[in-house]
């Protein structure tokens, strides 16, 4: 479907400009399949920040004091990381303290990210933070800091209305139900947070769940049963996936494919990607799967395209468009 095709806006049945829309909905109504649109970053670092936020977090007046020149000081001495905030919540906050939780990338197969949390006095914070994402960082002075959470479930739930009105329209109701139904009676197993702007605010509500590290678009009550507890198949929800952000966009459209043939049972195994691009438009993706830990390896090919594209727009832009994909059958080789 082109961006300049009728379609959308009569399937929209109003007469405003695409411009006056919401940027989410428009994409529900357009059919938008959001796989393939989870950024893939190898670290995370989120960082306790109370509201309010301005558009970019990092000018919020509660933004820690002095974070700012830190992270600058020590971009270039580090790898890439993607920095977010989120709101603080009183079941879990501590007054006078912020916690921050980095997640990052296992070298080789791996099925979650790695994770460390810290509750840490705010005259501490800066350290910490140069400590935690210099490599050779020295963070045996912040051992009293460390939590220890278990097999806690962290849930990111984009809420940042400042810088993307859908965010914050469709965002915080998302992350309210989740909070009331599920967060409350999990004894701290599992945790929402308002989050900052990740990426994809056409497909508000969208969250990244941890330390898995997958994204989901436009969430909905009825989806939240199987989302958040895997009840029933993973089919109803394989048009709200983004993608697992541990591979890349290609990469994510074949795990999709192996997570609605496998069930919810994939997620559980480690997984490498191997991608061999044929041109712009496709390329062959392998999956080397290990289904435990003395289990030999397994691995899958699908070739995936471009099959098309759909019209994006709202939130103050006109039509744009954005990639869809198809991915042939899944052979094991």
Request: aromatic share 10%; glycine share 10%; hydrophobic share 35%.
């Amino acid at each position: 479907m082109s961006a300049t095709s009728e379609t959308c806006p009569l399937v929209c049945g109003e007469d405003r400009p695409v411009e006056q829309r919401y940027c989410a909905e428009v994409s529900g109504f357009c059919g938008e399949d959001p796989i393939g649109s989870a950024p893939g970053h190898r670290r995370y670092l989120l960082v306790e920040v109370p509201l309010p936020w301005e558009h970019q977090v990092e000018q919020s007046k509660h933004f820690p004091e002095g974070l700012g020149e830190t992270l600058k000081r020590v971009q270039a001495e580090v790898p890439p990381f993607r920095l977010l905030g989120f709101a603080p919540e009183p079941l879990h906050s501590v007054a006078g303290h912020r916690r921050i939780i980095c997640y990052e990338r296992p070298d080789g197969p791996f099925a979650r990210f790695d994770k460390r949390e810290f509750i840490v006095p705010e005259q501490r914070l800066n350290a910490l933070v140069e400590a935690l994402l210099h490599a050779e960082g020295d963070l045996s002075s912040f051992e009293d800091c460390l939590t220890a959470d278990g097999e806690t479930r962290d849930l990111f739930v984009c809420t940042h209305g400042s810088h993307d009105v859908c965010c914050g329209k469709f965002g915080y109701p998302a992350y309210k139900e989740i909070f009331d139904r599920y967060a409350l009676s999990s004894g701290g197993r599992l945790r929402v947070w308002r989050t900052s702007h990740f990426g994809g605010h056409r497909h508000a509500p969208t969250m990244i769940d941890f330390p898995e590290g997958r994204y989901w678009a436009q969430i909905t009550s009825e989806r939240l049963d199987a989302l958040l507890l895997r009840q029933g198949g993973f089919e109803p929800l394989a048009r709200h996936y983004r993608g697992w952000g541990g591979v890349g966009t290609f990469e994510q459209v074949v795990e999709r494919e192996m997570l609605l043939r496998e069930g919810w049972d994939w997620i559980e195994y480690k997984k490498q990607a191997e991608l061999h691009k044929k041109d712009e438009a496709s390329a062959v993706v392998r999956l080397h799967v290990w289904r435990s830990e003395d289990a030999e390896c397994e691995t899958y090919e699908a070739e995936v395209s471009i099959s098309g594209k759909v019209g994006t727009g709202g939130c103050g832009h006109g039509w744009g468009e954005a990639r869809q994909f198809t991915v042939s059958d899944v052979t094991q080789v």
